[in-house]
């Protein structure tokens, strides 16, 4: 099914199942410990022996020599893999170093080797007895000193590395009011529940990987490039993955690793990569430096606006485009983008849930606060009058749907907007001092090319088989929600499969594209799958599938009276025209947050939050609201607390464990109120539906640093605002 003209009335607008608050379909499996992630395949491969990973001990330079022996010689060992051993490798296309390094090493905690044996503690006693050599090289740790050296990285998409319309650096220098600042954000990980972890098998010169993936597809073309494979010899499985945030979106050293390591064995695997390997060896959202320069009119309107952004990785390594959402957020007819990335010698940076327009709202947002406070407005005020209806660097090209005044408005109303002191540093309750900030949220919300199968057994059930993902976000319930919509079944009747690559390939999870894509495709197939119920049932016309039953020209059949003489399938494709590139589709919000700070100790704590969100029809609202409170959660984190610390000697990240990267926990968050405003895209897709699980997450962080300086009247720029940026510039006591 080709989607090149806007949606017209079709039989998801019915609602029966599609905008319900469904309860997750997978949540009794999950609770009852009967869902199997990647390690807890027991079942499907019973008695695999365990594979420990050993990373390097240096960030760069090469391996002179390692020694396998005595970890080979101890018990219960069956097999060390070493980039010796294992033979000629290739590298995926979406892998910036190599998953299996030596003799080269190209980072910290970069795969060496991996020591399999009969159990965990063997292999993991084993592990410790291989003997690296190093010739160690000097390396670059630090963003800040080799930000000059930055280039503009590969265009990629619709996102060059500069744009630029009217003359930018002329109307900022005209402009009576100005700002001009620079903001950093810091290196942050996924710290996803789940560590990266797979069990792999070979039967014959076949592999089958049960492994932790949002993208299937993506994994399973890497792998067979990686081990110069034909792609139909692999099969990659990941029915549940417990949380990816983009950290599972690219083929990883544990699943190359446990192939690796059952060939070598001659026994299916499993390795789990250590949780300190998970902050080193995988991939992580890098630092930023980034300047914004904006000019405004008295009134307030921008005339000029320009963002610089700066960002470290590897060698052809891709950068993290802060700019994006600067690029169509506010209007300006003078406007200038520029992204440089600088080769860093740290582990590799890429793709963290909302990439580019997470860190790059966290200071485009406490820029356009403070420009407010410049010209003496409120800050609501201000981004309501700078709002564009088209894209303003293309400005023949219109938003299909834009509604973030609305979102600004009601998000105001809701929380009291209107009783915020404006003055900082005004409002105490005892030791505490009150803040209100405001910040906008905005992402794109691309589409992508989706498949999806559809069976009509001859009981009436309908099964649904797409390599699509769940990654904690609610795939198998809207999924469900869709066929049942389509083809007039309860929710129960209907069996969704996911995550595996012997099913047609999806969307997957990832850059709030997946929900919209993979439901399309699932629609597209539910409509073939019609045609065919129709035809033999000998209904003409119009037909309506509702209740279990199919309803054409005064006539009602059984929907299972089709598939009486053997079951029915369908496959179907959704691919998208070009209406994304003659309409932009994005989603918008509004995050509104109270926070008190201690006035002795500096201490924050987030008493109140909101968010107002404009992201197309919502398929499930309680599904929806859970991404968007997990999204503001990680947001706190994102302004209080989450930073990895960079070992400037060494060239690795300190706080690799769950003790010393902090992320908020429930005693951090306070009330969330999510508020959806009713809304149909008929240019996204025949679902008039859009991402929302990375909306939720952009402008959090600004919002409460908004709120901190009006509670304080300290402004920080450097994220995350902890108490020893506050402390010695608080107000007196």
Sequence with gaps: MKFNTPATTNPIDRLRHVGRPYDRVDGPLKCTGRATYAYEHHREVPGAAHGIVVGSAIAKGTVAAIDVEAAQRAPGVLAVVTAASAGKLGKGEKNTARLLGGPKIEHYHQALALVVAETFEQARAAASLVRVRYREEKGSFDLAKVKDSGIAPKPERDYPPDTRAGDFERHFELAPVKLDAVYTTPDQSHAMMEPHATTARWDGGKLTIWTSSQMIDWWRSDLAKTLHMRKQDVRVVSPYIGGGFGGKLFLRADALLAALGARAAGRPVKVALQRHLVYNNTTHRPKTIQRLRIGAGRDGRIAAIGHETWNGNLPGGRPEVATQQTRLL????????????????????????????????????????????????????????????????????????????????????????????????????????????????????????????????????????????????????????????????????????????????????????????????????????????????????????????????????????????????????????????????????????????????????????????????????????????????????????????????????????????????????????????????????????????????????????????????????????????????????
């Design 330 to 733: 506010y209007a300006g007819q003078h406007r200038m983008t520029t992204t440089r990335v600088a080769v860093l010698d740290l582990p590799e940076s890429n793709s963290m849930r909302a990439p580019g327009e997470a860190p790059g709202l966290m200071a485009l947002e406490i820029a356009m606060d403070e420009l407010a406070e410049k010209l003496g407005m409120d800050p609501v005020q201000f981004r309501i009058l700078n709002d564009t209806r088209v894209d303003p660097e293309k400005p023949i090209r219109p938003f299909s749907e834009r509604r973030f005044i609305e979102c600004l408005r009601t998000g105001a109303e809701r929380h009291g907007w209107s009783k915020r002191n404006p003055k900082p540093a005004q409002v105490r309750e005892g030791r505490w001092l009150i803040g209100h900030g405001v910040a906008a949220a905005f992402r794109n919300s691309p589409v992508i090319t989706s498949a999806a199968r559809v069976r009509l057994r001859a009981d009436g059930t309908v099964v649904v088989e797409t390599d699509m993902t769940d990654i904690g976000t609610g795939s198998y319930t809207i999924i469900a929600q869709t066929a049942a919509e389509m083809l007039g079944v309860p929710l129960t009747q209907v069996e969704v499969k996911l995550g595996d690559s012997d099913f047609p390939v999806s969307a997957g999870s990832g850059g709030q594209f997946g929900a919209n894509s993979a439901t399309a495709g699932v629609y597209a197939a539910c409509v073939k799958l019609r045609e065919q119920v129709a035809g033999k049932l000998g209904l003409d016309g119009e037909t309506e599938f509702v209740d279990g039953a199919v309803r054409a020209a005064g006539r009602s059949l059984p929907l299972a009276q089709a598939a009486r003489d053997g079951e029915l399938v369908a496959e179907d494709v959704i691919e998208f025209g070009d209406l994304a590139k003659k309409n932009q589709l994005s989603t918008f919000g509004a995050h509104f947050v109270e926070v008190a700070v201690d006035a002795v100790t500096g201490e924050t704590r987030v008493r109140r939050m909101l968010a107002v969100c404009a992201a197309g029809r919502i398929l499930n609202p309680k599904a929806a609201r859970s991404q968007v409170i997990g999204s503001m959660t990680m947001g706190v984190g994102g302004a209080l607390m989450e930073h990895l610390v960079v070992d400037q000697r060494l060239g690795f990240f300190a706080n690799h464990d769950m003790a010393t990267y902090e992320v908020p926990v429930h005693a951090d968050i306070p009330h969330q109120e999510v508020i959806f405003l009713d809304e149909e895209d008929e240019y996204s897709s025949p679902m008039k539906a859009k991402g929302v699980g990375e909306l939720g997450l952009c402008g959090v962080a600004a919002a409460v640093a908004n709120a901190i300086y009006n509670a304080t009247g300290v402004r920080v720029r450097e994220y995350p605002v902890t108490l020893d940026k506050l402390l010695d510039r608080l107000p007196p006591v």
